[in-house]
């Protein structure tokens, strides 16, 4: 199957009460609630995409036997952030983040992969950088590659492109960040010298936001930094929407959203997860380490193999599924009874 064939892998249908904003919505679960809650959903009503961006392989993982149900099932959410601007026929992944949430630990655990992290690609057979995988064929090729990177399933995803940061970042009134390294980046129409930052504590725009989540030539800590400031960016996010007392702010983050996500969560799906959300006790974040590699002319982030493999074994027993080592006791315990029986 050529590109072009693969950037045409969603499918487009009628509304049948699905969302375009999982991000949003998981974000007014954190930070509304009885009346506020209500407004903001009918909100989301009037501001969803008529349409529904399903993936290729319908609502379930083939690492799943059985769907995931939220009421009682871990699951998994691949958040994305894309380089995709109107009328773009061309984008990567620029941020790819995968949470795992365990209902009984009431945990989310959070992996952050390096745009660059050189892995094999199944949608066109070879290794590349992994935020190639969206040009290669959209959320479907990413997700296919994040598990096949990763061994496990990803039920759900949430995408947002650059302006759906800009805008947020703006309709709550800008954030609050401690610049660690001084900044003189591309905005995001990738002007030159766009957006220029000290250091220190001070608020951003919605163009300073994304820029310092971005930029990481700058950084002497490479991809790591970029991680780390990404990381830094989204919870200053979350702490300037908690304060949010106003119906008017959470009408403009409504807003913001609209054509700038999507998702494959329904609205159903979305309202079960506020019992759980509400009574999260713990976010874990786990390293992903690696060293950059010149190869073939290229620059790559090469992962490194003991700590993929840490990064697995956390996130499977996040989601009770079994790891390598519980995988070849359940082998080797098989074959000793067929041997016995024998």
């Known amino acids: 199957m050529d590109d072009s ?4 892998s969603t499918k487009q249908k009628p509304k049948r009460s699905w969302f375009k904003v999982f991000v949003t919505v998981f974000l007014i679960v954190l930070v509304t609630g009885g009346a506020a809650f209500a407004y903001v959903a009918h909100k989301t009503f009037q501001t969803a995409n008529k349409t529904e961006v399903e993936l290729t392989r319908g609502d379930k993982s083939e690492k799943r036997a059985a769907a995931v149900d939220l009421t009682k099932d871990h699951f998994s959410v691949l ?15 620029d941020t790819m983040i995968v949470a795992t949430f365990n209902k009984n630990a009431k945990k989310v655990s959070m992996l952050s992969i390096p745009r660059d992290s050189l892995v094999m690609i199944p949608s066109v057979g070879y290794e590349d950088k992994i935020n190639h995988s969206y040009a290669f064929g959209g959320i479907d090729s990413t997700i296919e590659t994040v598990e096949n990177l990763l061994d496990i399933p990803i039920d759900y995803y949430g995408a947002i ?19 660690k390294l001084p900044i003189d980046t591309l905005n995001s129409s990738d002007k030159q010298g766009g957006v220029k930052l000290d250091p220190g504590l001070q608020t951003l725009t919605g163009e300073e936001a994304l820029a310092y989540a971005r930029m990481r030539y700058q950084d002497p800590e490479g991809d790591i930094g970029r991680t780390k400031r990404q990381q830094q960016v989204l919870q200053a996010i979350v702490d300037q929407s908690t ?3 106003s119906i008017t702010k959470l009408n403009q983050l409504m807003e913001a959203t609209g054509d700038n996500f999507q998702t494959n969560m329904s609205l159903t799906e979305a309202f079960q997860l506020q019992p759980f959300v509400k009574s999260l006790g713990t976010v874990n974040r786990i390293d992903l380490k690696g060293k950059d590699a010149r190869i073939n002319g290229g620059y790559y982030y ?3 193999k003991k700590s993929l493999a840490a990064a697995k074994t956390t996130l499977k027993e996040e989601l009770a599924l079994p790891t390598n080592e519980e995988a070849v006791s359940a082998s080797e315990a098989t074959n000793d009874s067929t041997t016995d029986t024998n």
């Open 302 to 304: 090469q992962l490194n």
């Open 243 to 245: 304060s949010l007392g």
């Open 79 to 93: 958040l994305v952030g894309t380089d995709e601007r109107p009328g773009d026929t061309f984008s990567r992944s």
């Open 5 to 8: 064939t693969r950037s045409r």
């Open 161 to 179: 492109n650059f302006n759906g940061v800009v805008a947020i970042v703006n309709a709550i009134g800008g954030i609050e960040v401690d610049v």
